[in-house]
């Protein structure tokens, strides 16, 4: 636990339900390790209350904070700027109080490709990309995959309207093609047929955080050469579970968790995260 005094700056995550998270545990074992006087906590925001929640981070000093489901496109309307790739995906995950101002950013999707590279081993561009959920983390990783070239991006979600609302933001974005990539809508029941031609499997869901839930899309539509990538970072999905019983490549979320928060981390710090120590974590953490 961090030493609390009357000096130390806060940070701290804002989304419901957040009982779950591993954030505090990251960036409180890294700020311990760097010697400084910042503590990181969680901060539920139940729903119709995210404004008041956000206008509160000036009064009380908080030096930024963290956003998750389900405020990630919602608290765009709160903060007085923004910067790197939260314009163009159009969600913040990250909040930083600076000289006043509230400025937001988006680190998923910057994590998210950092991950993919450098433990998945994989460069998207020129790949075929099934990614299922278009909600805020899926906005994130399906804006940031157009801007770095894959060939095509094919989204589903149980909402059409979330889903049909990604493809045209990655075509005013990018153009239908401009970028090298078409991005183009399947529904749930075309995720069969399609399959046989993805080189990449991102499910950007919450399905799969809990034990109760069934694997994210049937594993005898997998493919050899198929590579599978999922944000639930708590826990081995049976998504993963099954591709990796065919021997294919795998990759939880726990590396987009890490370099998302280290990318944080380094915003309010103005220091270099250490990333082995935010890993180690969250592993002790998970491990239990």
Known sequence: MNRIEGTTRIVGLMGYPIGHTLSPAMHNAAF?????????????VKPGDIERAVQSIKPLDILGVNVTAPYKEEVLK???GLRGDAKLIGAVNTIHNSGGKLIGYNT??????ISLKSEGRINPRGKNVLLVGAGGVGRAIGVKLAGVGVSTILIADIDSKKSNALKNHIRKCFGKVSSGTEARVVSTQEIKKVMKNIDILINATTVGMHKKDPCLVNPEWFHGKLFVYDVVYNIETKLLKEARKKGLKALGGLGMLVHQGALAFAIWTGKKPPVKVMREAIIRKVSG
């Not at 311990?32 to 539920?44: A, E, K, S």
Request: glycine fraction near 10%; charged fraction near 25%; charge should be negative.
């Open 32 to 44: 311990r390790r760097l010697g400084l006087d910042f503590t990181y906590i969680p901060m539920p």
């Open 108 to 113: 998923d999707a910057e994590g998210f490709i």
């Open 78 to 80: 709160y903060v007085d």
